[in-house]
């Protein structure tokens, strides 16, 4: 039975109260991180000494700090003191010389200080850096409020490993456990050879175009004059393929001089094209390749420019919104038919995880049901109604019946893979 909450919900009543006191905190300083990683993208776009695939972060749940504080034995009212991870957040980078790279340049953030970092290489073939940290922030009355924040690592391969041991190993349970075990360690090894190798990888596949060393403003917007003006705008050497893609363009908007392309590379233009790509999708940068894009389009369009990029980012935009509101629509319409289609063996776990009752585990991101949370978030979206069915429990049932990964008491996070791969490390 699904009774954890129950069973707790007195003990660490205070702990709950703590938490709502605190969660404006954790999203200032969860905010703060990302988007200072988001500059740190954005500088690194303008230079090859770094790369970055994506980042991530949450605040953990107050039912996964509960759980994780009554595993390790720890008190209601120190709980949010002790445990380091309440914040967390994943960087992807591309290769192993980038984590360097990253964690120097994390070490120049204001107010964040390092304070341990670990290497995992672990038998069951988890491989990442985890950062231990701690960030100052000012708050209204002037007073630095101190935040602790965890900070995992891993390159692109190390994050293959994370979601092919969950999806092609632990799925296949008709040879768990030790199978599941050594496929995991020898996909790790393979991944971890192929990391090393990958630096090669990089310096072939991005073949660069030697700029010319100066063009007059009459020259031609071939290729020298797009890596011409690439390398004194961006500062690097650009890579063939965006010489290619920019010269397409180029021809198609009829920009033909290198001084007319400048009319339209001007800070002026950039910043305009970040500002509407911020509206939407705070943190995220411009990339090079559309910011010479549309600073082309600008030099034959001249403001039309902005209307079109405006509409390439509201149309990225709406379909992450299309596919929430598609996904909720699914939902039955009143809460008696919702508990009607779970008491059929049916769960809209898709509809879940947009109302946010599912969490991806820490290692792999595979989703990991809650029910506590995702009852409360049904019982929101129906506007509480009135109602003795014991929600959780019965989310609970339903969904492990149909195999779905559902948190355990022990879990700590971690989908059940995980989890039993690392207890048989420790």
Not at 190 to 199: G, R, V
Request: aromatic share 8%.
């Amino acid at each position: 039975m699904y009774n954890f909450d129950e069973q707790k919900k007195k003990k660490y009543g205070v702990l709950r109260g703590k938490y709502e006191d605190r969660i404006p905190l954790y999203n200032k300083a969860l905010s703060y991180v990302l988007k200072k990683i988001a500059k740190i993208r954005t500088d690194a776009d303008r230079s090859t000494r770094l790369r970055l695939a994506y980042t991530t972060g949450r605040v953990k749940s107050v039912h996964s700090i509960i759980r994780k504080a009554v595993q390790r034995n720890i008190t209601a009212e120190s709980a949010l003191n002790v445990i380091e991870d309440v914040i967390g957040v994943r960087i992807v980078v591309n290769n192993i010389k980038d984590v360097k790279t990253l964690i120097d340049e994390l070490r120049k953030i204001d107010g964040l200080t390092i304070n341990g970092v670990k290497s995992h290489a672990e038998i069951n073939g988890y491989r990442a850096r985890h950062l231990n940290v701690t960030l100052r922030l000012a708050s209204k009355n002037g007073k630095k409020q101190t935040v602790a924040v965890e900070i995992q690592i891993r390159t692109l391969l190390q994050d293959a490993w994370a979601i092919l041991s969950h999806r092609d190993v632990y799925k296949n349970k008709a040879h768990l456990p030790e199978l599941a075990k050594t496929l995991s360690a020898s996909m790790s090894r393979m991944l971890a050879s192929l990391d090393k190798t990958a630096n090669d990888f990089r310096r072939k596949i991005s073949a660069k175009v030697k700029p010319p060393n100066d063009l007059s403003e009459k020259a031609a917007l071939d290729h020298e004059g797009i890596a011409f003006l690439y390398y004194e705008i961006i500062g690097e050497t650009a890579d063939e393929f965006e010489v290619e893609y920019l010269s397409d363009y180029a021809k198609q908007y009829g920009v033909g001089s290198v001084g007319e392309a400048r009319g339209g590379l001007t800070k002026e233009v950039f910043d305009k094209l970040a500002t509407i790509r911020n509206k939407r999708f705070p943190g995220e940068s411009v990339s090079n390749i559309e910011l010479f894009k549309y600073g082309l389009l600008y030099v034959q369009n001249g403001k039309s420019a902005f209307k079109e990029y405006k509409l390439k980012v509201d149309e990225d935009w709406e379909i992450l919104e299309t596919y929430d509101d598609e996904v909720l629509s699914e939902l039955p319409d009143t809460f008696e038919e919702f508990i009607e289609k779970l008491k059929s063996g049916s769960i809209p776990m898709m509809a879940l995880k947009v109302l946010g009752g599912i969490e991806g585990c820490y290692r792999c991101a595979e989703d990991i049901l809650i029910p506590s949370t995702a009852a409360e978030a049904i019982l929101n979206f129906y506007e509480n109604p009135d109602t003795n069915v014991d929600l959780a429990n019965l989310i609970y049932s339903t969904a492990v019946n149909l195999g779905h990964e559902v948190e355990s008491f022990d879990s700590d996070g971690l989908c059940t893979h995980c989890s039993y791969s690392a207890s048989k490390d420790d």
